[in-house]
């Protein structure tokens, strides 16, 4: 637990470094998104391309983060958009299923799965370090605005992983065609999970009703 009152960062020190981490968040997600979708279709790499538009979705949870903490007190409008969000993530989690489908019935592997290695392990180097960061600005704020916030980056850390794994696995054995299926696939479990969660009231990204800190 990090002390609030540590010496030279105050509650609004840290509510100021929550809210640079949130701007951050969406600004690197944007690029994440674009750069993933891009690749991904250019490759035909299912797994990439829907890590990339979940990376976009994940955009409109931190903008509801960002807009609890800049004293945003609607409590009916956070939930409505986060089950809009959850819907989305369903949605998303529905098409890549598809997409992972069609390409095994049709035994069509991705042409490579080198660029889905580079952003995953860029992703991971990102997340990590902004996993860390929202979980310290969470407990030194008491926030569980903040805290859900972490959480979902531990999530976006997990989806990394598992887009690590399945582009390494078909890049360094080819003959392993079904990889970036089977990787996508995962991805859809994980990514339907939290959206369904979030449809439930109870995801983990921002997902509190707790008044935003000032």
Same mark, same amino acid.
């Given at each position: ?10 509650? &609004? ?12 968040? +969406? ?20 797994a ?10 994940? +955009? ?8 609890? %903490?800049?004293?945003?007190? *609607?409590? *009916? ?8 969000i ?7 989690? %529905? ?13 069509? /592997? ?11 392990? =860029?992703?991971?180097?990102? &997340?990590?370090? @902004? ?12 926030? /569980? ?9 531990? =999530? $976006?850390?997990? @989806? ?6 399945g ?5 360094l ?9 089977? =990787?996508?696939?995962? @991805? $859809?479990?994980?990514?339907?999970r939290?959206g369904?969660? &979030? ?7 921002? $997902?509190?009703?707790?008044? /935003?800190?000032?």
């Amino acid at each position: 637990m990090v002390d609030p009152a540590e010496p030279g960062i105050n509650q &609004m020190d840290w509510n100021r470094r929550a809210q640079r981490l949130a701007f951050f968040t +969406v600004a690197y997600n944007l690029i994440e998104g674009l750069v993933s979708v891009i690749f991904g279709v250019r490759e035909e790499s299912v797994a990439l391309a829907g890590f990339g538009i979940d990376s976009f979705i994940e +955009v409109g949870s931190a903008l509801v983060v960002l807009w609890r %903490l800049r004293g945003g007190q *609607d409590e *009916d409008r956070e939930p409505r958009a986060l089950r809009v969000i959850g819907g989305l993530f369903l949605l998303l989690a %529905l098409l890549t299923a598809i997409g992972s489908g069609l390409q095994l019935w049709r035994r069509s /592997p991705p042409e490579t799965t080198v660029p889905g290695v580079v952003i995953s392990l =860029a992703s991971l180097s990102f &997340m990590v370090w @902004l996993w860390r960061a929202k979980r310290e600005a969470g407990q030194a704020l008491g926030s /569980p605005t903040i805290l859900g916030d972490a959480a979902c980056s531990l =999530a $976006c850390i997990k @989806l990394s992983i598992v887009l690590l794994v399945g582009s390494l696995v078909y890049a360094l054995f080819p003959i392993l065609w079904w990889s970036d299926s089977a =990787a996508a696939l995962l @991805l $859809c479990a994980l990514i339907s999970r939290e959206g369904w969660e &979030m449809l439930r009231g109870e995801g983990s990204c921002g $997902c509190s009703q707790e008044e /935003p800190i000032s």
